[in-house]
């Protein structure tokens, strides 16, 4: 096996790498988060002075303190960065005490008072709609966030040619991220008058765009600077990053150094979740198993705030139907308010809720029909040229889906496995089930926004080169990725290429590092700004090497001519650049191809390309406990191109080992909105006794769209193994689970 | 301990001496800020999830349920003492990077040294083993097999 290489492997593993919670300056100040022991009141008063008054305190800040702009949001601007008028959820922050020791902070914590009227709190979405029910955000109008539809072919006629039809009710619960490292942020007023920021936070250029706001400052006046980060797997975006403004608005007010380092129950109890869905969904279909409609109602619980709902909720509404091709479809999405800790992006962000709907409603289908559920995928699944439920045609990359099924069907040895499957039958304790699941994904952020990334590569004298990309290191190894795709791009050793230390005041906002978009668009960038350089260089050494500049081609650590056998060592080629006083230097930029949506319809080509997987599980569960084990899982992907195989591997099997955890023993409880579980004791994310066997099939076909040819797998990994082992577990149990996650009874296993 | 007699502790092959002022501090807290030994994380503070192992006489223990009197006499081992002192790394170091089994890398100093001290117990340990080994220890990026792979490879130095 191919050793895998990171540029932060040493650092990482020798303990020399610094989080945000490492970092130390002089006189800097600790601060903590106040919260109130409510989850739906009129504040009337927060009292501070006893706080203050503590040896030991500097300040304790509130929303009286801000000098720019409270209202938060990346849609609505309904978060208040400092509860002012009401606490929504129980995780509102209502002061940020700084103190000079963070133990005396967390003292301090406890003295400020909150005075409040308790109001009704709503925790059922569906109760929100009710037309009496009281309002969570009373100038929003109603406790609606939005709503999205597909209205495609004619439902009725759909259901009226069908010859089978089947409905089920499915329901999803809130999940948390579970990133090692807690929300941290260091905050440094500097001489310039720039507040530099350190933080754990997965989107450095919206922390510094809510910064700003907050602190009434531009954005030249807010440096973000990456910092190696714990996680963060969508979850660090709203709540880390106005960890980070808070912090800024306290080192800002206070001129000095202050770092914020969250607790394990304050994260969990600040920091959004994964939406939890209510999914109605009928399927009908003809007698030789096509599917003819789908009728499906989403009820999304937002929680407090909007912060992604909407997003998440589009794709839910997009990816609806599955891989599949459906003629008839109406669908119907509402994303609601309620007095829940609020939800928003996760890994998955709303494919993995809908995935263990439809992956379970094809099984169910196909028994109805009496075929296997695997030629039932096959006859329905989208193929080269096929137009998705929103009418776009896939003709523009490979159309993989058939591929990775037969794939994972083959390696798993599916058929002959499904013999044995114990379907609830009387021998011995361990029942046997295997399962599948599969979907298709569209990549990157499609029609929620714009979709541009940029790369600077900036070479040195002596042939050493720096590099930067607009996408931020979350852990996943995407300074990697670069560092690699550059290397192939200008035929040199990776050794000699330096990830620049990221800052968003060195380079363009490129975006969000979610919605597996990283490598996509940064190696696309990385891509274009090297077309720039080598075009740069072949201007210059071309007439040494006598061959036009289009004819120079980067091989070895080395400049070669067309036909010709005259070569120059990239080194040399870097010093006749600067000694004919021509920078090599290249900016590049990437733009995601187009995309269209109408939302009155849901129709048009909502991503620019896809992507395929499926996944399989062996699993037993034991028949006395209920307790399921899982064996060996499968997964088959298509990347598009592989830039560094370890840490492909690594997506694949912690998206399998998140997965299942969604399946099987993941879950925040709340009791009236209020989280009992706020510890990794009694939230159980997979240990290492935990989970399966895991074998990655990687398939590569390059996609067109993507100038490296590479796509994203962060979450495509995730998202279809709650169906896998809800499917497996039916197979070992005979019995069907339709919420998550999944608890069976002990006794009789089911 | 009499009042100007100082407590011994060898952290990292260092004889290190503690204050008196600081025997009763939280043994995270104090590798930590005392002693700037931050490759110890904090990942839940309740000792759930192993982000904070370090090893105490060879054996794996979680700082941030520990005082520092309780290691007092002791031998403890950080990450930041697990190279060599040249910065070559030790083969389970170099094993974690070469199989992949490092993410995010914050819960890698406490998984290396978990595994380290199970390895000088048991150095032909099967899958199994290693799970079972392994089980103080969360990582929410890897789904483990790498860092399994790692530990498998990793095992043949540790044969006497």
């Known amino acids: 096996m191919e050793k895998t290489w990171r540029n932060d492997a040493y650092a990482k593993v020798t303990g020399q790498a610094l989080y945000t919670n490492d970092l130390a300056f002089p006189d800097m100040l600790h601060a903590v988060p106040v919260y109130a022991d409510y989850v739906h009141a009129i504040i009337d008063q927060i009292h501070i002075q006893d706080a203050e008054d503590l040896d030991g305190v500097v300040k304790v800040i509130t929303s009286q303190d801000i000098p720019g702009s409270n209202r938060h949001g990346q849609i609505e601007k309904d978060y208040r960065i400092f509860a002012d008028d009401k606490i929504r959820y129980w995780g509102d922050v209502v002061a940020l005490v700084v103190a000079r020791d963070r133990k005396t902070a967390i003292e301090a914590a406890e003295l400020v008072k909150v005075e409040a009227t308790p109001l009704p709190s709503i925790h059922d979405p569906e109760a929100a709609l009710k037309p009496d029910a009281i309002l969570i955000h009373e100038e929003h109008g109603s406790n609606i966030i939005n709503t999205h539809r597909i209205r495609r072919g004619d439902i009725e006629k759909g259901f009226d040619a069908s010859d089978i039809i089947i409905e089920h009710k499915f329901q999803t619960q809130f999940v948390e991220h579970a990133y090692l490292e807690p929300e941290a942020a260091l905050a440094v007023p500097r001489a310039d008058g720039v507040i530099e920021i350190h933080g754990s936070m997965q989107h450095p250029f919206s922390t510094r765009r809510f910064t700003a706001a907050l602190l009434g400052m531009r954005l030249s006046d807010v440096e973000v600077v990456g910092t190696p980060m714990g996680g963060g797997f969508g979850g660090k975006d709203d709540t880390a990053a106005v960890v980070c403004a808070r912090t800024a608005l306290a080192a800002k007010l206070l001129g000095k150094p202050v770092k914020v380092n969250y607790d394990r129950e304050w994260s969990i109890r600040e920091s959004y979740k994964r939406h939890p869905y209510r999914v109605t969904y009928k399927m009908g279909l003809s007698s030789d198993g096509l599917i003819k409609a789908v009728r499906c109602e989403i009820i999304a619980d937002g929680g407090a705030y909007c912060s992604t709902t909407p997003w998440v909720t589009w794709r839910s509404t997009v990816q609806c139907c599955g891989p599949y091709q459906v003629d008839h479809v109406h669908c119907d999405t509402v994303g609601v308010y309620t007095n829940n800790v609020f939800t928003g992006a996760m890994r998955g962000f709303g494919s993995p809720q809908m995935n263990f709907v439809v992956e379970q409603m094809v099984e169910l289908a196909a028994e109805k029909v009496g075929m296997s559920a695997v030629e039932l995928r096959r006859k329905n ?70 979709d541009f990334c940029a790369a600077i590569i900036n070479a040195q004298f002596d042939g050493s080169i720096l590099l930067e990309v607009g996408i931020h290191e979350n852990g996943q190894g995407a300074e990697s990725a670069f560092i690699l795709a550059l290397a192939a791009e200008l035929g040199v050793n990776r050794e000699r290429i330096r990830y620049r230390q990221s800052s968003t005041s060195s380079i363009p906002d490129s975006g969000t590092t979610v919605a597996s978009r990283g490598t996509l668009m940064g190696t696309g960038a990385v891509v274009r700004a090297a077309d720039e350089f080598k075009k740069k260089m072949s201007q210059v050494v071309a007439p040494s090497l006598k061959c036009n500049p289009e004819e120079v081609h980067f091989k070895d650590d080395r400049l070669h001519g067309g036909q010709s056998d005259h070569s120059i060592s990239f080194d040399r080629a870097i010093r006749v650049m600067y000694l004919n006083r021509k920078f090599p230097f290249a900016f590049g930029e990437f733009q995601g191809p187009s995309v269209t949506w109408d939302e009155k319809q849901g129709r048009g080509k909502p991503y620019f390309t896809w992507v395929y997987g499926c996944q399989a599980i062996e699993l037993t569960v034991n028949k006395q406990t209920g307790r399921v084990k899982l064996l060996n899982a499968i997964a088959a992907h298509d990347v598009g191109r592989v830039v560094n195989p370890g840490m492909l591997n690594g997506q694949i099997y912690g998206g399998i080992a998140m997965g299942s955890g969604y399946a099987l023993s993941e879950e925040v409880q709340l009791d009236a909105g209020k989280i009992t579980n706020l510890n990794l004791n009694n939230y159980r994310i997979l240990r290492s006794t935990d989970v399966p066997e895991m074998k990655a099939i990687v398939i590569e076909n390059r996609d067109p769209n993507s100038p490296f040819g590479a796509k994203g797998i962060g979450e495509p990994t995730n998202e279809i193994m709650a169906p896998a082992i809800a499917n497996a577990v039916y197979r070992a149990t005979g019995k069907r689970f339709f919420n998550l996650p999944i608890k069976i009874d002990a006794q009789n296993g089911s | 301990m009499g009042a100007d007699k100082k407590m011994i502790i060898q952290i990292n092959r260092n004889d290190i001496a503690i204050p008196e002022r600081s025997t009763g501090m939280n043994l995270l807290t104090f590798l930590r800020e005392e002693l700037r030994l ?39 081992l950080t990450i930041e003492g697990m190279a060599n002192p040249d910065g070559t790394l030790h083969p389970l170091q170099q094993a974690f990077i070469d199989a992949g089994a490092i993410q995010c890398g914050y819960c890698t100093p406490g998984m290396v040294l978990t595994a380290h001290g199970y390895l000088m117990r048991n150095p032909n340990p099967t899958r199994e083993q290693i799970k079972r080994a392994m089980a103080p220890n969360l990582c929410r990026c890897t789904g483990y097999q790498q860092i399994f792979e790692a530990i498998e490879t990793a095992a043949e130095h540790y044969h006497l």
């Open chain 1, 381 to 450: 699944m989208v193929q080269q040229g096929s137009a998705t439920i929103t009418g776009q045609v896939l003709d523009n990359h490979t159309v993989s889906m058939g591929e990775v099924l037969n794939a994972v069907i083959e390696d798993i040895d599916y058929d002959e496995k499904l013999k044995q499957c114990s379907f609830g039958k009387p021998e011995g304790d361990e029942l046997y089930g295997i399962g599948l699941a599969m979907s298709y994904r569209g990549m990157s952020l499609g029609a929620e926004g714009a």
């Open chain 2, 38 to 76: 931050t490759g110890v994380k904090i990942g839940c503070g309740k000792g759930f999830c192993g982000s904070c192992t370090i090893l105490v006489d060879h054996k794996p223990a979680k700082a941030c349920q520990k005082t520092v009197v309780d290691i007092a006499g002791s031998s403890v």
